[in-house]
């Protein structure tokens, strides 16, 4: 199970910091990902992060504003988002991907558990 949080109502360039908290002892053994979804539009990704946490990879439109991590032994993953845009409200959501490499995964279609989201929303 996973348990996203730290979402709420923020001004354009603030900064927020989410957190994914997952009840599986075994997090550790999961590549873990962010996406997002804006009302009227589908699912897109926004990071991902490896197993280990050494290898990452984010959407152009976020990269150099967020930041993804990991701390395995609390199972919880974060998603550091800074310089926060109007276009950045939405339905942030954690997915957990079982696997035995250091892969990371960049559809929505590649997890197998979500959590159950976090509004962001970002006024002008």
């Known amino acids: 199970q996973l348990q996203a949080s730290g979402g709420g109502l923020v001004q354009t360039g603030a900064s927020v910091r989410l957190s994914c908290a997952a009840s599986?002892?075994?997090?550790?053994?999961?590549?873990m990902g962010w996406f997002r979804q804006a009302p009227g539009k589908e699912r897109e990704f926004v990071t991902t992060?490896?197993?280990?946490?050494?290898?990452?990879y984010y959407a152009a439109s976020v990269k150099g504003r967020f930041t993804v991590s990991r701390d395995n032994v609390a199972n919880t993953l974060y998603l550091q988002m800074n310089s926060l845009k109007p276009e950045d409200t939405a339905v942030y959501y954690c997915?957990?991907?079982?696997?035995?490499?250091?892969?990371?995964?960049?559809?929505?279609?590649?997890?197998?558990?979500w959590g159950q989201g976090t509004q962001v929303t970002v006024s002008s």
């Open positions: 599986d002892p075994t997090f550790s053994s999961y590549a």
């Open positions: 997915a957990a991907r079982e696997t035995v490499t250091g892969a990371v995964y960049y559809t929505r279609h590649d997890y197998q558990y």
């Open positions: 992060i490896s197993r280990g946490g050494k290898v990452t």
